[in-house]
């Protein structure tokens, strides 16, 4: 038996051992395979023939190396040097030498005012591979053979800045300017270049000052910035007096309200035009400029859209609610809540549709990259935490504006004060008192606590007057007396009960409820004030004062002590009441002074 299983031990490791030989010579022979493909790269014949060779010390080998090679040569003005970094193979062999540096130059200008280039994000590697990404992007860490710089919009079409990897036959691969982006490089010049009135300043002006800013923008923007005041005054001004000059209350509100709107968005306007077609500003002034402009844009939206349903609110309040607590404006109400909500919701969708326009159009995030990206989602990350509060409220807001659990005025009870739902804001909510006091209360409040809302299904109400008295009062009595006047009160409910309950009682006396039910809380208020008011002169008027609460007191004899003691030691009376001394009453009773008066 030991020997079979010896046998078949050496039969299987005979088999494993080949096996496990043939995987390692597998993955050898794979890895050499690997080792040895060809780089990723775009293949071609030769690379600019007609330069000749390229300068021994321009390393061509990374993007970053190539971009920082053509930077540095363009600035030195050694344009034919730079034009070895352009793919020049769409032109003849024998003009690319005096081409390739009139487009070098001319390249080196578009790029310089209208690509702003973040070095220290465009890969340092041979292979172009992204090794600082999400792993959720799907070219990080794979080889490159084109980067994308930049895009510029030029009518019709946009027009891409490009580095290509390119492998000439028998030669190490280079990154140069993608021929797609040379071919269009006289388009871009056109439509970015020096304007006339550029071309007509003396050469000092237009050298750089610092951070790429020429000499005649730092010049002329203050004088920009100068001509968009005086607009703004302008245009202030000519609202105003148009407003006081037009007929109408309606209509002079409404210019008035316009006239911030309006100047923002014609500033906007008047900005983007100097941008697009009076000046050609470096990518950092025009970027500035252009982020002016749609902040001006979507500030004007939002403030525009704001203000003209500010002025429905408020005609349609002026014509339908005479007083913000008439409890028979409840559609009227309504109608003023759907207004205010439909203002919220407006302006946030102006907000995220304007900010996306904007984002769309400066093209922030591919002119400077994936690491503007990311720090854009860490500031968005940190500011959503320092602004939760905010947004809570905010969405809160959107919450109330659906789901409608108070409306513009409904009378509800908040921290015990009855009050009244005067505003509902993107954060806080306003509440008048009756005393005309004003609550500003969180909008989160509404939507997380529990609270009363005397006036979301029917403003009628029922506010009982509570009173406190004597065991022996005639309970028929009160109730008859009630049951005559309360109906005939002008506040009082029609058809409504006068319903009279004792709902308790204890040692100090009997409570007991009469029920005030009128129209809205404002009447069941005054009705209760005034029944209460009633219901204690008449209690005063009757013949049983006794209906009044009273303390009784049992008052209990102490015996006689043997020989005057109590009397010697300085005690006190036989007969002494328990609380105060106070003198007997009838029955046995002893009453306090306001009964011993009686």
């Known amino acids: 038996m030991a020997t079979n299983d010896t046998a ?40 600019n023939a007609g330069l000749g060779a390229p300068p021994e010390r321009l390393d061509r080998s990374t993007p970053r190396s190539a971009l920082e090679g053509f930077r540095r040569l363009t600035d030195r003005g050694d344009y034919a040097s730079a034009a070895h970094l352009l793919d020049l193979d769409g032109i003849e062999p024998g003009e690319q030498r005096e081409e390739g540096a009139r487009l070098a130059r001319r390249l080196a200008y578009v790029i310089e005012r209208k690509v702003p280039l973040d070095y220290a994000a465009i890969s340092d590697r041979p292979d172009g591979m992204d090794t600082t990404g999400s792993d959720r992007e ?3 860490g794979e080889p490159r053979k084109s980067l994308l710089l930049g895009t510029l919009e030029v009518d019709p079409f946009a027009v891409s800045i490009r580095l290509n990897r390119i492998a000439a036959s028998g030669e190490a691969p280079v990154w140069v300017f993608a021929q797609q982006t040379v071919d269009h490089i006289d388009t871009l010049y056109a439509a970015f270049g020096p304007t006339e009135f550029e071309k007509w300043l003396p050469s000092g002006l237009r050298s750089e000052a610092f951070w790429g800013i020429l000499w005649w923008e730092l010049i002329t923007v203050p004088l920009i910035l100068a001509a968009v005041a005086a607009i703004a005054v302008f245009l202030f001004k000519l609202l105003s007096a148009l407003a006081v000059r037009v007929p109408g209350e309606g209509l002079k509100a409404g210019i008035r309200r316009a006239r911030l709107p309006v100047i923002l968005l014609a500033l906007g306007v008047f900005l983007e035009t100097i941008v697009s077609a009076l000046f050609v500003f470096s990518a950092r002034t025009s970027l500035t400029i252009s982020t002016l402009f749609w902040t001006l844009i979507v500030l004007a939206l939002v403030y525009g859209v704001s203000r003209v349903l500010d002025t429905i609110i408020d005609v349609t309040s002026n014509r339908y609610l005479a007083t913000i607590d008439d409890p028979g404006n409840t559609s009227a109400r309504r109608w003023y809540t759907n207004l ?28 400077f990259g994936l690491s503007l990206l990311v720090s854009a989602g860490v500031a968005t990350a940190t500011f959503g935490l320092a602004a939760q509060a905010v947004l809570g409220n905010i969405f809160a807001s959107l919450q109330l504006a659906l789901a409608k659990p108070i409306r513009i005025g409904d009378a509800v009870y908040y921290d015990d004060h009855w009050a009244y739902v005067e505003q509902i804001n993107y954060t806080y909510v306003q509440l008048r008192t009756w005393d005309q006091k004003r609550f500003i209360v969180p909008v989160k409040h509404f939507v997380s606590n529990p609270f009363e809302n005397w006036t979301m299904a029917d403003p009628q109400m029922i506010l009982p007057v509570h009173l406190t008295l004597d065991h022996r009062t005639d309970v028929d009595a009160l109730r008859r007396i009630f049951e005559d006047f309360a109906p005939r009160d002008p506040d009082w409910l029609a058809g409504a009960e006068a319903k009279v309950q004792v709902i308790g009682q204890d040692s100090e006396g009997i409570a007991v409820r009469f029920y005030c039910s009128a129209e809205n809380p404002t009447a069941a208020w005054d009705l209760h004030c005034r029944v209460r008011e009633r219901l204690l002169a008449e ?16 008052l ?20 002494e009441a328990r609380r105060g001394g106070e003198a007997d009453g009838p029955d046995g009773e002893a009453v306090g002074s306001a009964e011993a008066a009686e």
């Open 539 to 554: 209690i005063a008027a009757m013949e049983q004062p006794s209906m009044l609460p009273r303390d009784r007191v049992a």
């Open 340 to 367: 205010s909500a439909a203002k919220r919701i407006g302006v946030m969708l102006v907000i995220i549709i304007g900010l996306a326009a904007a984002f769309s159009s400066l093209n922030v995030f591919s002119s």
């Open 138 to 140: 799907p070219m990080v």
């Open 556 to 575: 209990v004899e102490n015996p006689p002590s043997r020989g005057g003691a109590g009397a010697r030691r300085g005690g006190r009376p036989a007969h």
């Open 8 to 47: 078949t031990k050496t039969r299987a490791s005979g088999i494993v051992a080949p096996l496990l030989c043939a995987i390692v010579a597998f993955i050898v022979a794979m890895s050499g395979a690997r080792a040895q493909e060809a780089p990723v790269a775009f293949e071609v014949e030769t690379l």
